[in-house]
């Protein structure tokens, strides 16, 4: 079988590939440039490329950059910036996996005439009853990324291999090490890629979207403050509201954009009973209502019903930020996931 490797650089894809190669596919591995301003972290550096290819040269396969730095402006950072513009949190690793790392990297592997993509992340595909194949978490619990592949369809996963997800971390590491891997104890990727350590999401932000301030009001509605930039506060914020000290600790539970209003109270005024979700989409039939529920990348995932687009909390929990992406489960297999919408009780 004829492989394309996605080789970001890290210990993860790389091994991938050695994997790969093992197994006896016709390997090639695929870098791919995506962000061409500064960056110290993530998948983008200069470094992360010189990384890989050292990898692939180590592991005896071509290696080539595929330039999707168009792609990757407009449908992940606009995207990103976009949304919050809007008063959305959005989750830009999840928009990149969605639409440049595997729509476009699948797309370009199948016009080459490769018969599969693989890449190192950490999350297993399955074959359920029906003989379609679903997203899984990874045998490694602590690196389990099949939240941020949800979107992967049955169509996707028949073209996709995830050859380090059925073992632990530690185990890619060992691997690493025993090819001979300079990068066996590389520090993993950090989210945002496109933005520096030395640059705040603000002051990123900032120089993309045009500010608008908004009055801070309390659970009563009185008015205790103002921030600058109303795009830029999140559901669950504490700090950087511009309140005077001494008073008791204040959550952020509301953020209206267009009302340029920003609701702030207790911990338990941050609870709520559920979350609906917009973009729903269901991988396959389901078969029961009963689920989990996660709602970041390394949450702790929280039993709930869904009915439609609703998903109803078993206890409540607090409130999901708009534009945050909440996947379902039944048991270790993804069925789901949607965008939060705003909740107002």
Same mark, same amino acid.
């Given at each position: 079988?004829?492989?394309?490797?996605? *080789?970001?650089?890290?210990?993860?894809?790389?091994?991938?590939?050695?994997?790969?190669?093992?197994? %006896?596919? @016709?390997?090639?591995?695929?870098?791919?440039?995506?962000?061409?301003?500064?960056?110290?972290?993530?998948?983008?550096?200069?470094?992360?490329?010189?990384?890989?290819?050292?990898?692939? /040269?180590?592991? %005896?396969?071509?290696?080539?950059? #595929?330039? #999707?730095? @168009?792609? =990757?402006?407009?449908?992940?950072?606009?995207?990103?910036?976009?949304?919050?513009?809007?008063?959305?949190?959005?989750?830009?690793?999840? @928009?990149?996996?969605?639409?440049?790392?595997? $729509?476009?990297?699948?797309?370009?592997? /199948?016009?080459?005439? #490769?018969?599969?993509?693989?890449?190192?992340?950490?999350?297993?595909?399955?074959?359920?009853?029906?003989?379609?194949?679903?997203?899984?978490?990874? &045998?490694?619990?602590?690196?389990?990324?099949?939240?941020?592949?949800?979107?992967?369809?049955?169509?996707?996963?028949?073209?996709? *291999?995830?050859?380090?997800?059925? *073992?632990?971390?530690?185990?890619?590491?060992?691997?690493?090490?025993?090819?001979?891997?300079?990068? $066996? /104890?590389?520090?993993?990727?950090?989210?945002?890629? =496109?933005?520096?350590?030395?640059?705040?999401?603000? &002051? =990123?932000?900032?120089?993309?979207?045009?500010?608008?301030?908004?009055?801070?009001? /309390?659970?009563?509605?009185?008015?205790?403050?103002?921030?600058?930039?109303?795009?830029?506060?999140?559901?669950?914020?504490?700090?950087?509201?511009?309140?005077?000290?001494?008073?008791? $600790?204040?959550?952020?539970?509301?953020?209206?954009?267009?009302?340029?209003?920003?609701?702030?109270?207790?911990?338990?005024?941050?609870?709520?009973?559920?979350?609906?979700?917009? @973009?729903?989409?269901?991988?396959?039939?389901?078969?029961?209502?009963?689920?989990?529920?996660?709602?970041? $990348?390394? %949450?702790?995932?929280?039993?709930?019903?869904?009915?439609?687009?609703?998903?109803?909390?078993?206890?409540?929990?607090?409130?999901?930020?708009?534009?945050?992406?909440?996947?379902?489960?039944?048991?270790?297999?993804?069925?789901?996931?949607?965008?939060?919408?705003?909740?107002?009780?």
């Amino acid at each position: 079988m004829q492989v394309m490797v996605a *080789m970001s650089g890290g210990v993860d894809s790389s091994v991938a590939a050695a994997l790969m190669v093992e197994a %006896g596919h @016709e390997v090639v591995g695929v870098t791919m440039k995506l962000w061409g301003g500064p960056s110290d972290k993530g998948c983008c550096s200069v470094s992360d490329v010189l990384d890989a290819r050292r990898a692939a /040269d180590l592991v %005896g396969v071509d290696h080539h950059v #595929f330039n #999707f730095g @168009e792609e =990757f402006e407009r449908d992940v950072i606009g995207h990103y910036v976009e949304a919050h513009q809007a008063g959305r949190t959005p989750n830009p690793c999840i @928009e990149c996996n969605r639409s440049i790392k595997f $729509a476009r990297l699948l797309e370009r592997a /199948d016009a080459l005439g #490769f018969d599969a993509v693989a890449t190192g992340h950490h999350a297993r595909i399955v074959t359920v009853a029906d003989g379609t194949r679903r997203i899984a978490r990874a &045998e490694d619990a602590a690196k389990d990324q099949s939240y941020v592949l949800h979107m992967l369809s049955s169509a996707d996963l028949e073209k996709v *291999m995830l050859p380090v997800g059925s *073992m632990t971390k530690t185990r890619v590491r060992e691997i690493a090490a025993e090819i001979g891997m300079r990068i $066996a /104890d590389k520090p993993d990727s950090q989210d945002v890629c =496109f933005i520096a350590s030395t640059t705040s999401r603000a &002051e =990123f932000l900032g120089k993309r979207l045009k500010p608008t301030s908004a009055t801070v009001v /309390d659970s009563d509605g009185v008015e205790v403050g103002s921030v600058p930039a109303v795009q830029l506060v999140t559901i669950g914020q504490r700090k950087g509201l511009g309140l005077a000290g001494g008073a008791p $600790a204040q959550w952020v539970n509301d953020v209206d954009v267009v009302g340029q209003r920003v609701t702030i109270g207790s911990r338990a005024d941050l609870l709520t009973s559920h979350v609906d979700l917009d @973009e729903m989409s269901w991988i396959g039939d389901v078969f029961d209502t009963d689920l989990t529920a996660q709602t970041s $990348a390394h %949450g702790t995932p929280r039993d709930a019903t869904v009915d439609g687009n609703r998903v109803t909390w078993a206890s409540p929990q607090p409130r999901v930020a708009p534009g945050q992406t909440v996947v379902l489960y039944d048991g270790p297999i993804v069925v789901g996931g949607g965008i939060a919408g705003r909740t107002i009780s």
